[in-house]
């Protein structure tokens, strides 16, 4: 194993039988299907902006033996699941690091400032560190009900990103917009929306995240909430992926799934014609952990003047914007930021618009932008594209 980082004859590795009983009880064995073939390492983004790549075969092979992790590597993952789309055994290669982290937090060792993170969702049932009582403050003009089962069919949950930051709030002002342009009736709840648990699930703190889905599928349960429709795609990835069902009719959708449907439909209508050449960048949550691709590029195919040119990457290739695996708490250093690679690959394309569906990839981007200095270039969530056509 020529990459293992702890040299033969300078250090004494020792093996840990609980804890290679515990990760297999946490990875179901996921780990042990690895054969060290290395792709994962040369796929892995971090080897186009660092000298020294993030080696997530020694991980693997750490989690095979029982064996700590002790350099903060483990945290550098941003769980794209680019490795995964490659790897030839089909490894769980996400839930592998999640349970590492697990172990680590277990052991009192999680990556600095993430503690933080997680007692504001203790306190403040959100990972921003804001008053809850702030949650709604965002739509005091848009006059949106609370949900009602018997008067809604959908439940619009917001999430605590576009609760709170300021940019990702005209991304949920622009998708009540596109809904009421399309007569659906919808609700939301306000102050009472509880965290989704995400950001928890991504550090790999399993059993707070636990505790969390439970509190959140309460509230759910309580409200009646059957379709959901979500902001990110990380709320929506966490809603159909590591919740138990509500009941059988409950049914989380991302909101360009839902917009699609309305299109076909022809509930949803674009009168405007606008007159711009976009790209699109596929969020890894909803592209390449989910398979939705083609949703939300129906969506700008439809609205008049638009003309959609694909980057270098897209779709199962596309590159991570760096916000995930809990990497919004993290400081990445400037010149390691895979956003930076995108919005260059964006710009070649010629378009005039850099599109996206998440808000972690709207805030990396942007920062990205910024740094760039581009004229005439912009970054723009699919709902603020769309609701300028209708």
């Known amino acids: 194993m020529p990459d293992f980082e702890q040299a033969v004859g300078e250090e004494v590795l020792l093996m840990d039988d609980e804890l290679w009983e515990r990760l297999i009880e946490l990875t179901d064995g996921a780990a042990a299907q690895c054969f060290q073939c290395g792709v994962c390492t040369a796929i892995c983004p971090w080897g186009l902006v660092r000298q020294k790549p993030l080696s997530v075969r020694t991980l693997m092979r750490q989690a095979q033996l029982g064996l700590q992790e002790k350099n903060g590597s483990l945290w550098l993952c941003t769980t794209c699941a680019q490795c995964e789309t490659y790897c030839p055994r089909g490894v769980n290669i996400v839930d592998v690091f999640r349970s590492l982290r697990t172990v680590a937090w277990e052991n009192h060792n999680p990556e600095k400032g993430l503690p933080s993170m997680l007692w504001s969702i203790f306190w403040n049932d959100n990972p921003w560190s804001q008053p809850p009582t702030q949650r709604a ?76 889905a439970k509190k959140t599928a309460q509230v759910f349960e309580k409200r009646g ?43 949803l209508r674009f009168n405007g014609s606008l007159d711009l050449q976009v790209t699109f960048q596929d969020p890894c949550y909803l592209g390449r952990i989910n398979g939705v691709y083609q949703a939300p590029r129906e969506i700008l195919k439809s609205i008049p003047g638009v003309e959609l040119v694909e980057m270098e990457n897209s779709a199962e290739e596309a590159l991570c914007c760096g916000g995930g695996g809990g990497r919004m708490w993290l400081e990445t250093p400037l010149d390691e930021r895979f956003s930076d690679l995108r919005v260059e690959q964006a710009v070649k394309t010629g378009a005039e618009v850099l599109a996206t569906a998440c808000p972690f990839c709207v805030a990396c981007l942007e920062d990205s932008l910024k740094v760039r200095k581009t004229e005439r270039f912009q970054v723009r969530d699919i709902a603020e594209i769309a609701v300028r056509a209708l």
């Open 225 to 267: 909430v059957a379709q959901l429709v979500t902001i990110s795609p990380h709320c929506y990835d966490v809603f159909l992926n590591y919740y138990t069902p509500l009941s059988s009719d409950f049914q989380p959708l991302h909101y360009t799934q839902y917009l699609g449907n309305l299109i076909t439909d022809g509930r």
């Open 137 to 212: 403050l965002w739509a005091n003009n848009l006059d949106i009900p609370i949900f009602n089962p018997q008067k809604h069919e959908v439940m619009l949950y917001i999430g605590c990103t576009s609760s709170y930051d300021q940019r990702a709030q005209k991304i949920a002002s622009a998708l009540v917009h596109l809904l009421r342009g399309a007569g659906v009736k919808f609700g939301f709840l306000g102050e009472e929306e509880p965290c989704c648990g995400e950001a928890v699930l991504s550090v790999g703190h399993k059993q707070y995240f636990e505790e969390v």
